[in-house]
């Protein structure tokens, strides 16, 4: 089993930054991938950027390219997500999710990753 929980969220300005990071506890190994998702009210839960924890490989969705930032520390168990430029558009609940392999391209669909963290809220606004 894995537990992982989220932090970081909170209510910024448009243009601010904020850092959210994901702890991952119980059974990890190296081979594996992590990626944040987003659920804005009344949408459907989306994919923002995943990595796999071996060979630090990313991707983003087109709308967080040059903004956000994926990373992770192996030792700690610790995944991370640096958000700048912050927009209206990213308010939503973001996700940690996790998945048991490493497969050729990151899955992008929610239903492919089998561990989820509770949630932490982002609310961009003036």
């Known amino acids: 089993q894995v537990r992982l929980v989220e932090s970081g969220g909170g209510l910024v300005q448009p243009g601010d930054s904020l850092r959210l990071s994901c702890a991952a506890s119980?059974?990890?190994?190296?081979?594996?991938?992590m990626a944040w998702f987003r659920q804005a009210l009344g949408r459907e839960r989306e994919f923002v950027a995943g990595i796999t924890w071996n060979g630090g490989h990313t991707d983003y969705v087109d709308a967080v390219k040059g903004r956000f930032t994926i990373s992770r520390d192996i030792n700690r168990n610790m995944m991370y997500l640096q958000m700048n430029s912050l927009k209206p558009e990213d308010t939503a609940v973001y996700y940690c999710?996790?998945?048991?392999?490493?497969?050729?391209?990151?899955?992008?669909?929610?239903?492919?990753?089998?561990?989820w963290g509770q949630g932490t809220q982002v609310t961009v606004s003036s």
């Open positions: 999710a996790l998945r048991w392999s490493v497969p050729e391209a990151i899955p992008i669909q929610p239903n492919e990753y089998e561990y």
């Open positions: 119980g059974r990890t190994v190296n081979s594996l991938t």
